[in-house]
Nanobody, 125 residues
């Protein structure tokens, strides 16, 4: 499975960005997908995930501001990010796995088998 992330960029605080991650190599509908982010010197952290059945999960930091969605026909998962703050500055990675992860593990990066190359999001104050 190959994942290709895009949509990052520079935005002012309070602005919005939409990240996209396209997948190939396996039926997209069979994949659970997620977004993680990482800042320099820190461990990557879970941002949001969407199951094969469309159920969504969010980290506390993004609840109410971020929306993850998937379009199986386009083999793409999206992360709509609103009300961005400088704290959201990071490299954002999309990840996927064909397995059905339980709630207690789906926020762990070790559970994902496939990773995209990352896209930089920079929020200026």
């Amino acid at each position: 499975v190959q994942l290709q992330a895009s949509g990052g960029g520079l935005v002012q605080a309070g602005g919005s960005l939409r990240l996209s991650c396209s997948a190939s190599g396996r039926p997209f509908s069979s994949l659970m997908t997620a977004w993680f982010r990482q800042t320099q010197g820190k461990e990557s952290e879970f941002v949001a995930g969407v199951r094969q059945n469309g159920a969504t999960y969010y980290a506390e930091a993004g609840k109410g501001r971020f929306t993850i969605s998937r379009d199986n026909a386009k083999n793409t998962v999206y992360l709509q990010m609103n009300s961005l703050t400088p704290v959201d500055t990071a490299v954002y990675y999309c990840a996927a796995t064909p397995r059905g992860l339980i709630v207690s593990t789906l926020r762990k990066k070790e559970e994902y088998d496939y990773w995209g190359q990352g896209t930089q999001v920079t929020v200026s104050s």
